[in-house]
């Protein structure tokens, strides 16, 4: 147990991935895969290779994507004296989100596209396959089918990328948590996408990613994080709104997101929210059992808030107990399905979606 506890430790030192004693099982079997032959370095490598999650396909999560301002974006480029727009996809997996973004591009300005996008990702395998192009009906589920005529190409019982859109977009091996941002050798960027990556980390290492990325902008460019990703921000970060009729949207350097359809807006000072602002601040303070206490308390006030249920699972899972996560997280959803999208927004920015999003997420990697 004590070696399976370095290994882990081993594995949130080299990625920023956190595997609680729950997991530490699926770690051995990581391990026994990844250890049978090579050099201690290689193990290392094939070890955090076993235990990241890669899951990913075209058109992920499109509707944030399709938000993207892609005639602003140049303008942009242009005003700082360049011709292409300039993008990383970091923690892209099997390549996808920056295949996505190239056909995006192509589609908003024609071929070829004034982009360059760089994929990368810490899986030396997942940047290997990657580079091949060429994906499963799994991947390219979402693509219709005169997109896939137009960009993609037959590959046996896979559609490989066209040369077209592989000629917008390079890859190489990047670890968020330990190499320079952005990648050594790259100028700073106009947009920045990284999502369903940090999900996977503790909040201190959020919070440090997170700046790492922002200092990889070039001026007024844009950080995209993944609806699931913004919630695992540390409290710091969450703002919550003032209990009054309008509340102004806080400025920040991610894109807008459209207003989620029917979110109610908060008439006066809820009794909730003080407790649930106490739960997140034991939650980021390492203090599992507090927050647990305050979250249940802001649920009893308002069992309908989604939020808190959602944190809850984040405490529970913190004080090693993923029974009790799940079912938090499983509450998530079901209050979302059962209020059909409305949801007090005590997070500033964060959306029902998201929130559902988030729990489904952390229910699968808890799976
Ligand atoms: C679920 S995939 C997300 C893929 C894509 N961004 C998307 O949203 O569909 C998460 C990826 O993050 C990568 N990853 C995890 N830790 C990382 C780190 N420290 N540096 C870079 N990539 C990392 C994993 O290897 C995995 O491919």
């Not at 094939?46 to 993207?68: H, N, P």
């Not at 109610?264 to 649930?276: D, K, R, T, W």
């Not at 079912?327 to 079901?334: C, I, P, T």
């Amino acid at each position: 147990m004590t070696d399976l506890r370095e290994l882990a430790a081993f594995v949130h030192r080299e990625s920023g991935i956190v595997l609680r004693e729950p997991q530490h099982e699926a770690l051995q079997a990581a391990a026994d895969r990844a250890g049978a032959s090579g050099t201690p370095h290689t193990f290392l490598q094939r070890l955090v290779d076993e235990v990241t999650v890669k899951e990913t396909y075209f058109l992920r999560e499109m509707q944030q994507l399709s938000e993207i301002d892609w005639y602003e974006m140049l303008a942009r480029a242009r005003r700082a004296g360049r011709e292409r727009i300039r993008i990383w996809s970091a923690g892209c997996a099997t390549g996808e989100e920056p295949y996505t973004l190239a056909l995006l591009a192509t589609q908003a300005f024609g071929e070829p596209a004034p982009v360059t996008i760089l994929g990368t990702d810490i899986s030396a395998r997942a940047v290997e396959s990657a580079r091949r192009g060429s994906y499963r009906p799994r991947s390219t589920r979402e693509l219709d089918s005169s997109t896939r005529q137009r960009h993609f190409v037959d590959a046996r019982d896979e559609l490989a990328v066209a040369e077209r859109l592989r000629a917008l977009v390079t890859f190489a091996q990047h670890n968020l948590v330990r190499d320079p941002c952005p990648p050594l050798g790259e100028p700073t960027f106009d947009l920045v996408l990284c999502r369903n990556v940090l999900i996977y980390f503790d909040g201190e290492t959020v919070d440090r990613v997170v700046a790492s990325l922002e200092r990889s902008l070039a001026p007024e460019g844009e950080l995209l994080l993944g609806a699931a990703d913004t919630l695992c921000r540390g409290a710091g970060r969450l703002r919550v709104p003032k209990p009054v009729k309008a509340v102004k949207p806080v400025p920040r350097r991610s894109a807008p997101r459209k207003p989620a359809p029917a979110v109610a807006s908060i008439p006066e000072p809820l009794p909730s929210e003080p407790h649930f602002l106490d739960g997140l601040a034991h939650l980021e303070a390492g203090n599992p059992a507090a927050a647990i206490d305050a979250l249940r308390r802001a649920l009893y006030f308002a069992p309908r808030l989604a939020a808190a249920a959602f944190q809850l699972g984040r405490a529970y899972e913190l004080a090693g107990d993923p029974g009790a996560a799940r079912r938090a997280y499983a509450q998530v959803l079901r209050t979302l399905e059962a209020e059909e999208g409305v949801n007090e927004p005590l997070l500033d920015q964060v959306e029902v979606a998201d929130i559902a999003a988030a729990a489904q997420a952390r229910l699968g990697s808890l799976a």
